[in-house]
């Protein structure tokens, strides 16, 4: 088992910048890929961003250029920097692991963290 903690929420104007911080602790070893979701209410989970064990990356277009993904292997911790917010960033953003061969919404998750920004 792997469990996933988000922290770094918080609530900002348009403009600024956050970032979230994902630790994961447990058999962290069964993962392959780490990822950042986000829910807004009334919306579907969405995939924002996606970072593979070698460091490749992959972005929502709507938060390309804004928003970076990277980790930290030794401290099994995975960011988001998150610039240049907008009220349409507003979600709960939710850290997911995936071991290989698992898609969509499947894998570890953790419980979210709320990201609200103001215009």
């Known amino acids: 088992q792997v469990q996933l903690v988000e922290s770094g929420g918080g609530l900002v104007q348009a403009g600024e910048s956050l970032r979230l911080s994902c630790v994961a602790s447990g058999s962290t070893w069964e993962i392959s890929t780490m990822h950042w979701y986000r829910q807004a209410p009334g919306k579907q989970r969405e995939l924002v961003a996606s970072?593979?064990?070698?460091?490749?990356?992959i972005y929502a277009d709507s938060v390309k250029d804004r928003f970076t993904i990277s980790r930290d292997n030794a401290k099994n911790t995975v960011y988001l920097q998150m610039n240049s917010l907008k009220p349409e960033d507003t979600a709960v953003y939710f850290c997911n692991g995936k071991r290989v061969g698992q898609m969509n919404l499947s894998g570890y998750w953790g419980q979210g963290t709320q990201v609200t920004v103001s215009s």
């Open positions: 970072i593979r064990i070698g460091g490749t990356t």
